[in-house]
Nanobody, 126 residues
Framework: QVQLVESGGGLVQPGGSLRLSCAAS??????????MGWFRQAPGKDREFVAA????????YYADSVKGRFTISRDNAKNTVYLQMRSLQPEDTAVYYC?????????????????WGPGTQVTVSS
C-alpha cells in the first residue's frame, strides 16, 4: 500500500516556475521499487501524461508538450518525487497528480498506475 500526497501547487504568472513534490508513505513493497509519474487534468479534458521516472531514477520520459521545460526527479531516501516546472504557460493550468506504477513499460497509461495522490492545483495566469 502506498499513500501519495502532492504539494507545491499554486498561482504563478506566465513564464514563472514551480516545483511540485509528491511524498510517499509505503508499506510492504518499498517506494523505491515503483516507477513514478506525473499527470495533469484541466477542466473538461482527459487526464494526460506529463512525465515519469523509473524506480532507480535512471530513466525519464516526458510528454512533448513539457519536454525541455519540466524536469522529473526522485529522492528514494526521502520517498519523494519532484516535478520542476519552468516557463509555465496558461495551457499548463491543471490539477497535477502523482502516481505509482509497477511496470515501466506502461507508464504512459493512467490505468496502469496503482496508486494516486489527491492532486494539487497549478494555475498559470497574469
Amino acid at each position: 500500500q502506498v499513500q501519495l500526497v502532492e504539494s507545491g501547487g499554486g498561482l504563478v504568472q506566465p513564464g514563472g516556475s514551480l516545483r511540485l513534490s509528491c511524498a510517499a508513505s509505503a508499506s510492504g513493497r518499498t517506494f523505491s521499487t515503483y516507477s513514478m509519474g506525473w499527470f495533469r487534468q484541466a477542466p473538461g479534458k482527459d487526464r494526460e501524461f506529463v512525465a515519469a521516472i523509473s524506480w532507480i531514477g535512471g530513466n525519464t520520459y516526458y510528454a512533448d508538450s513539457v519536454k525541455g521545460r519540466f524536469t522529473i526527479s526522485r529522492d528514494n531516501a526521502k520517498n519523494t518525487v519532484y516535478l520542476q516546472m519552468r516557463s509555465l504557460q496558461p495551457e499548463d493550468t491543471a490539477v497535477y497528480y502523482c502516481a505509482a506504477a509497477t511496470d515501466w513499460r506502461r507508464i504512459l497509461t493512467p490505468g496502469e498506475y496503482v496508486y494516486w495522490g489527491p492532486g494539487t492545483q497549478v494555475t498559470v495566469s497574469s
